[in-house]
Nanobody, 125 residues
Framework: QVQLVESGGGLVQPGGSLRLSCAAS????????IGWFRQAPGKEREGVSC????????YYGDSVKGRFTISRDNAKNTVYLQMNSLKPEDTAVYYC??????????????????WGQGTQVTVLS
């Protein structure tokens, strides 16, 4: 059983940056693909980015491409999401999720088995 805990959210001005962390326990992340998702009030959950187990592949949603970077440190059992050039429309609760696969997982929420509790990101407008 994988437990995931997100951190690093907060309040930021437009154009600012935040780095989210997703720390895992209960299992090593070496065999898990990780995805970041977000959900704004009144909107559906949206895929942000995903990464495979060995960091050889990553994928970004169109709305964050060129601004966000996903990375992982398997020695620390942690995955990161560096968010730059933040916009008010990036405001949401951000979740990390895990699925046991060594391939790049699809950025589809139903494909993931384990979820964190989320961390709030608010970009002032």
């Amino acid at each position: 059983q994988v437990q995931l805990v997100e951190s690093g959210g907060g309040l930021v001005q437009p154009g600012g940056s935040l780095r989210l962390s997703c720390a895992a326990s209960g299992a090593t992340l070496d065999y898990y693909g990780i995805g970041w998702f977000r959900q704004a009030p009144g909107k559906e959950r949206e895929g942000v980015s995903c990464i495979d187990s060995s960091s050889s592949g990553a994928y970004y949603g169109d709305s964050v491409k060129g601004r966000f970077t996903i990375s992982r440190d398997n020695a620390k059992n942690t995955v990161y999401l560096q968010m730059n050039s933040l916009k008010p429309e990036d405001t949401a609760v951000y979740y990390c999720a895990a699925v046991r696969t060594q391939q790049l997982p699809p950025l589809i929420s139903g494909e993931y088995d384990y979820w964190g509790q989320g961390t709030q990101v608010t970009v002032l407008s």
